[in-house]
Nanobody
Framework: QVQLVESGGGLVQAGGSLRLSCTAS????????MAWYRRRPGKEREWVAS???????DYSNSVKGRFAISRNNAKNTVYLQMNSLRPEDTAVYYC???????WGQGTQVTVSS
């Protein structure tokens, strides 16, 4: 059974940085198409960034140039480096194994103004 465990969320001031981690088990991680989503207060869950098995990345327009997704296949971990954080980035962030459609439990990120 696939398990995804996120960590790294917290409270940060606007302009600050956080790095989220998502460690997978029970999957052939190196082949997985991985993504980060978020659910902002009162809004639907939205796609943030993704990375494929070839390390090719893609970003939503709202985070492009500020966030960076990466992966370490030796550690079965995908990361989301978040810089220049804004209050509107406040959300629960979820890790997704899109290949098998598994989700992590989410980690809260709160950006204060």
């Amino acid at each position: 059974q696939v398990q995804l465990v996120e960590s790294g969320g917290g409270l940060v001031q606007a302009g600050g940085s956080l790095r989220l981690s998502c460690t997978a088990s029970g999957t052939t991680f190196s082949r997985a198409f991985m993504a980060w989503y978020r659910r902002r207060p009162g809004k639907e869950r939205e796609w943030v960034a993704s990375i494929n098995s070839l390390q090719e990345t893609d970003y939503s327009n709202s985070v492009k140039g500020r966030f960076a997704i990466s992966r370490n296949n030796a550690k079965n971990t995908v990361y989301l480096q978040m810089n220049s954080l804004r209050p509107e980035d406040t959300a629960v962030y979820y890790c997704n194994d899109a290949t098998q459609n598994y989700w992590g439990q989410g980690t809260q990120v709160t950006v204060s103004s």
